[in-house]
């Protein structure tokens, strides 16, 4: 889980106050009523990376929600890793970059740039679409397509759900809802932002693998 810290500033009134919590992150209400945090990161240099190892653990609002320093951002990263995230070496300035550039409280994010999300991704820019939907989503964070890691390995989940006409609706339901259970005691995070044609192509994909 990623843990917010952010510096309060030395003579704000009226600041938003983020609190570092076990459950994410907590901030308290500054005058007006701001609007809900995206529920996914913007497409960017990196976006897709970031989604991938940032949400095994929570979803991405606790990032659309904060804005913070590169420093604190260095910070979070390294805490993370602390705490078990599973991010390669060489994938850190990525998901730090990115950060920094799109969630930095001290400067004007660029603007979206979809072709460029899926860099520093193992698979690149050559990724098939349902890779790269994969990718998003944050699904080979925890599932590889022949090995079991954090959770089954797709061509286990097809294999269980073989002849079974009512996969689609389970797996939909798993994905969105999340829980524990089916492949073990390891919970598998809720996925609800995912659009229903990403859900369609991923869960096609995966039951048609033998």
Known sequence: MILIRKAAPALAIAATVVVVAAVGIVTAPSGAQEPEPARTLTPGKGSDLTTAR??????????????????????????MIERGAPMAPAEIPVIL????????????????????????????????????????????????????????SFREVAAKFAGDGNAFAKLSRKVREGGA???????????????????????DWVLALK
Do not use: Q
């Open 54 to 79: 940032c949400a095994t653990c929570h979803d991405a609002m606790h990032i659309t929600r904060a804005r913070l320093s590169r420093g604190e951002w260095e910070f979070n990263i390294k805490n």
């Open 97 to 152: 970059e990115y950060l920094a550039a799109y969630y930095n409280r001290d400067s004007v994010p660029p603007p979206p740039d979809p072709s460029a999300a899926g860099f520093g991704m193992e698979s690149g820019a050559d990724a098939g679409p349902v890779a790269r939907l994969l990718n998003a989503n944050a699904c080979v964070a925890c599932h590889t397509v022949d090995k079991r890691i954090v959770g089954p």
């Open 181 to 203: 259970g089916n492949w073990g005691n390891v919970p598998m995070p809720p996925n609800p932002a995912i659009s229903d044609a990403d859900l369609r192509a991923i869960l």
